[in-house]
C-alpha cells in the first residue's frame, strides 16, 4: 500500500506511518505536535504533565482547552471499561506500577508491596468537564491511551487530504483505505513466549487491531505492566490478547480488559471481536474474529 513511509519514536515507542500519498513535511510536524500535546497532559512520566497535579492531593479541575475531547473520551471509556470488569481496569492504578518499579525513572525495583487501586466511586468524581479526586492519584492510562493517540494521528492524517494509510505504534495499529479498493492487511498474532512465531493471522479490512501480552514491559520475578486493579497484582492467567475495533482506543482498552473478563461480558458494552492466548497455551477467539489461528 504504501507510497510513503515515516518512522519515528515517541512515547517510549516506535511508530510507523504508510500512506499512499507522499506525506508533506507540515503533515509530519503536525503529527509529532499532536504526539507532544498529548504527552504533555497525559505522561505519568513527566513532572510538567498535566495529570501530575492530581498525584499531589486532592484537586478539582477541568482539562486545558487542548486537552479536553481527550479527556472526555479517555476518562469516559475508563469509566465504561472499569464498570464491565468490575474495577480490574482503571486509570488509578499508578500507584501500584510505581511501587512495583515502573515508576518515572525506570527503575524497574520493586519498592514495596503492591497496592490495590481504589474503587472509582470513593476516591473520583467526573462529570464530563472536571474531575474531582479527593485523594492524591497517580493516573495512568496505559490501558487505553496509547490507542486514543493512533485514533488522532489517523484523524490528523484524514484532516491533512489522506484517505488511505495505516498508524503503527507497536502493537496499536490503525488502517483506513477511504474510497479506494485495497487489500486487506494480513498481520502476525506474535507468539507471546517465542517472537520468531506467529499463532495467528488477523485480517484487517480498516480499523484497529490492538495487542497486549504479559511479556512486553515485563521486569523482575514475573512483574509486567498488566496490573489488576482489584487487587494492584500482574495477571497470571492471560499471556496475550488481540482486539478488532472500529478504532484504536476502544480495542487497546478492550485487549486490557480481556486478561480480566471474557469476550462475551465486555461485548455487553462494546462492539469488538479478539482472541486470547492464555499461560497454559490455550486460546480462544470470538467468532467474528478476522483471521484464522494455527494452534
Given at each position: 500500500?504504501?507510497?510513503?513511509?515515516?518512522?519515528?519514536?515517541?512515547i517510549?515507542?516506535g511508530?510507523?506511518?504508510d500512506?499512499?500519498l507522499?506525506l508533506?513535511?507540515e503533515?509530519?510536524?503536525a503529527?509529532?505536535a499532536c504526539?507532544?500535546r498529548?504527552?504533555?497532559?497525559?505522561?505519568?512520566?513527566r513532572d510538567d504533565?498535566?495529570i501530575?497535579?492530581?498525584?499531589a492531593?486532592p484537586?478539582?479541575?477541568a482539562?486545558p482547552?487542548?486537552?479536553?475531547?481527550?479527556?472526555?473520551?479517555?476518562?469516559?471509556?475508563?469509566r465504561?471499561?472499569h464498570d464491565a470488569?468490575a474495577?480490574?481496569?482503571?486509570?488509578?492504578?499508578?500507584?501500584?506500577?510505581e511501587r512495583?518499579?515502573?515508576?518515572?525513572?525506570?527503575?524497574?525495583?520493586?519498592q514495596?508491596?503492591?497496592?490495590a487501586?481504589p474503587?472509582?466511586?470513593?476516591v473520583?468524581?467526573w462529570?464530563?468537564?472536571?474531575?474531582e479526586?479527593s485523594?492524591?492519584l497517580?493516573?495512568d492510562i496505559g490501558a487505553?491511551g496509547?490507542?486514543?493517540?493512533?485514533?488522532?494521528?489517523?484523524?490528523?492524517?484524514?484532516?491533512?487530504?489522506h484517505e488511505?494509510?495505516?498508524v503503527?505504534a507497536?502493537?496499536?495499529?490503525?488502517h483506513e483505505?477511504?474510497?479506494?479498493?485495497?487489500?486487506?492487511l494480513r498481520?502476525?498474532?506474535?507468539?507471546p513466549?517465542?517472537?520468531?512465531k506467529?499463532i495467528?493471522?488477523a485480517?484487517?479490512d480498516?480499523g484497529?487491531?490492538?495487542?497486549?501480552a504479559?511479556n512486553?514491559?515485563?521486569?523482575g520475578d514475573?512483574?509486567?505492566h498488566?496490573?489488576d486493579g482489584r487487587?494492584g497484582?500482574?495477571?497470571?492467567?492471560v499471556?496475550a490478547?488481540?482486539?478488532t475495533?472500529?478504532?484504536a482506543m476502544?480495542a487497546?482498552?478492550l485487549?486490557?480488559a480481556?486478561?480480566?473478563?471474557?469476550?462475551?461480558?465486555l461485548?455487553e458494552a462494546?462492539?469488538?471481536?479478539?482472541?486470547?492466548?492464555?499461560?497454559?497455551?490455550?486460546?480462544?477467539?470470538?467468532?467474528g474474529?478476522?483471521?484464522e489461528?494455527?494452534t
Open positions: 500500500m504504501s507510497e510513503t513511509t515515516l518512522r519515528f519514536e515517541a517510549g515507542t511508530w510507523e506511518l500512506t499512499t507522499p508533506e513535511p503533515t509530519a510536524e503529527v509529532a504526539i507532544d498529548f504527552d504533555r497532559t497525559w505522561s505519568r512520566f504533565a498535566f501530575a497535579r492530581f498525584a492531593g484537586v478539582s479541575t482539562f482547552d487542548d486537552a479536553r475531547e481527550d479527556a472526555v473520551a479517555l476518562l469516559d471509556t475508563y465504561r471499561l470488569t474495577g480490574a481496569v482503571t486509570p488509578f492504578i499508578g500507584t501500584s506500577l512495583l518499579g515502573y515508576d518515572a525513572s525506570y527503575s524497574l525495583v520493586p514495596g508491596p503492591a497496592v487501586a474503587h472509582w466511586d470513593d473520583a468524581r462529570d464530563g468537564e472536571v474531575l479526586t485523594l492524591p497517580v493516573i487505553a496509547k490507542g486514543r493517540l493512533v485514533d488522532l494521528v489517523a484523524d490528523l492524517l484524514r484532516s491533512h487530504g488511505s494509510f495505516t503503527d507497536s502493537g496499536d495499529l490503525r483505505h477511504g474510497s479506494r479498493p485495497a487489500d486487506p498481520i502476525a498474532l506474535e507468539h513466549y517465542d517472537p520468531s506467529a495467528g493471522v485480517t484487517i480498516a484497529a487491531l490492538c495487542a497486549s504479559t512486553r514491559r515485563a521486569w514475573g512483574l509486567h498488566v496490573i487487587t497484582e500482574p495477571t497470571r492467567t499471556a490478547t488481540w482486539v475495533a472500529p478504532d476502544v487497546d482498552g485487549a486490557t480481556l486478561f480480566f473478563t471474557d469476550h462475551e461480558t461485548a462494546f462492539t469488538f471481536e479478539s482472541v486470547r492466548m492464555f499461560t497454559t497455551g490455550l486460546t480462544d477467539r470470538s467468532v474474529f478476522p483471521g489461528l494455527f
